[in-house]
């Protein structure tokens, strides 16, 4: 997400929310959260002053904007395309963001973080439908199927993030025998367990 420099859990610190933006480590007694919760700086651990509405919806916002590791130019234009659709907007932009591929092979299990499978879909590891692509922000829909290329099925990341053995969505099948993944279907609000009040976020847009 652009040139951000800067180690990521202070990004958790700031926003006040564990984001697991490092994958396996998050899980762990190393999670800076778990031992620094208060945000990062030298006033970190002073009494914070009463947030506004207004800042109440940034930081709802930007959260999102971190777990998805999207600039601001790309989840403002994600935003923008979910107010084009029918139905609910937050709801719509959630959907929208659980669909690009470096998000579904997280979903997966295929890697540990987005940040890693973003890496991962830039460096062709996956075939969609049996066709490269290396674009993490492609859109998926109902009835593709992602695969491991066979040149990286060896790949030890992608093997270490298959022997973890998370849970996978209920919209997203897994096949173990031909390392293929399906979208069997656009996920349902309560099936995005991603914590956030996406209406914030549309109040924020909708100044």
Known sequence: MGRYREAVC???????AKLFLKGERCNTPK???ERRSYPPGQHGQSRRKKISDYGTQLREKQKLRHIYRLSESQFRGI???ASRRKGVTGEALLVLLERRLDNVIFRLGLCTSRNQ??????QRHFLVNNKP???PSYQTHIGDVISIKPKSRDNPALQHS??????IPSWLQWDPDSLSGRVLSL???EEIDTLVAEQLVVEY???
Do not use: D, K, M, T
């Open 79 to 81: 935003f923008e395309e």
């Open 10 to 16: 202070r990004i958790c610190r700031r926003e006040g």
């Open 117 to 122: 499978a973003r890496l991962q879909v830039s």
């Open 133 to 135: 692509v290396n674009i």
């Open 31 to 33: 999670c800076a959260f």
């Open 205 to 207: 847009y909708s100044r």
């Open 162 to 167: 298959l022997s973890l053995g998370r849970r």
């Open 187 to 189: 996920p349902a609000r």
